[in-house]
C-alpha cells in the first residue's frame, strides 16, 4: 500500500521563527510531491510543488525533496499567525493520483 | 488561474434525498477532476476519479450506485450523493487538473461543499 506519513502535531512555534514540516513516503515510484495548506473548514490550497532532487524556493516558503531517503519537507520562514493551518504532503504516483498524508496541524503562536 | 468552483458550499437534507453537487473549471479545462470526502480531524479520502466522456473510476469501497459522477463537459463534473443518509454527512471536495499547467499532476481544489443528512 502507497503510504505517505506525516507527523500530526500539533506543532508549534513562536511568530517570526522557522517552522520545519516533515513527511515521507513509501513508493519510490512518485514523481511529483505538493504541499497544501488547509485552514479549519476549508479545503486545501496549493503552496508549491517539487520534483527534482534538492531545495526550492518560494517566497517564505522552501520544499526539500531527497528522493534516496523518500523524505520531503517544508520550511517555513518568518512563521506568521496566519500560517497556523494544517499542511498537507502529497505524492504523486504513477497513475498520477495524488496520495496524502495525514497532515500537520501548526500553530504559529503570537 | 487555476480556479475551481463548487456549488453549492453547503446543504441540508433530509434522509433518503439526492444531493446533487456540481465541480467546475473556471479558467482551464480540465480533463480529469477528483472527488474527495473529508470527516472532520481526518485528511482528504478519494473517492473517484472523473476523466470526461467516460465512467468514472471509483475507489475501493466507494459504491458507485450511491455516489454518481457524471462529467459531461471539460469543465463540469457533478457528484450525485442517492439516498443520503446521516452517515454521508461529510466535507465533499472536488479538484481538478490542469492540463497546461507547470506541473500537470498538480490538483486545484474547490471550496468544498458541507453536506448535513439529517
Known amino acids: 500500500q502507497k503510504e505517505v506519513e506525516q507527523n500530526s502535531g500539533p506543532l508549534s512555534v513562536p511568530e517570526g521563527a522557522i517552522a520545519s514540516l516533515n513527511c515521507t513516503y513509501s513508493?519510490?515510484?512518485?514523481?511529483?510531491f505538493f504541499w497544501y495548506r488547509q485552514y479549519s473548514g476549508k479545503s486545501p490550497e496549493l503552496i508549491m510543488f517539487?520534483?527534482?532532487?534538492g531545495d526550492k524556493e518560494d517566497g517564505r516558503f522552501t520544499a526539500q525533496l531527497n528522493k534516496a531517503s523518500q523524505y520531503v519537507s517544508l520550511l517555513i520562514r518568518d512563521s506568521q499567525p496566519s500560517d497556523s493551518a494544517t499542511y498537507l504532503c502529497?505524492?504523486?504516483?504513477?497513475?498520477?493520483?495524488?496520495?496524502f498524508g495525514s497532515g500537520t496541524q501548526l500553530t504559529v503562536l503570537p | 488561474g487555476a480556479v475551481v468552483s463548487q456549488h453549492p458550499s453547503w446543504v441540508i437534507c433530509k434522509s433518503g434525498t439526492s444531493v446533487k453537487i456540481e465541480c467546475r473549471s473556471l479558467d482551464f479545462q480540465a480533463t480529469t477532476m477528483f472527488w474527495y470526502r473529508q470527516f472532520p480531524k481526518q485528511s482528504l479520502m478519494l473517492m473517484a476519479t472523473s476523466n470526461e466522456g467516460s465512467k468514472a473510476t471509483y475507489e475501493q469501497g466507494v459504491e458507485k450506485d450511491k455516489f454518481l459522477i457524471n462529467h459531461a463537459s471539460l469543465t463540469l463534473s457533478t457528484l450525485t450523493v442517492t439516498s443520503a443518509h446521516p452517515e454521508d454527512s461529510s466535507f465533499y471536495i472536488c479538484?481538478?487538473?490542469?492540463?497546461?499547467?507547470?506541473?500537470?499532476?498538480?490538483?486545484?481544489f474547490g471550496p468544498g461543499t458541507r453536506l448535513t443528512v439529517l
Open positions: 513508493d519510490r515510484g512518485s514523481q511529483s
Open positions: 479538484s481538478a487538473r490542469d492540463p497546461a499547467g507547470a506541473s500537470t499532476d498538480t490538483q486545484y
Open positions: 502529497a505524492a504523486s504516483g504513477s497513475a498520477r493520483q495524488l496520495t
Open positions: 517539487i520534483y527534482s532532487n
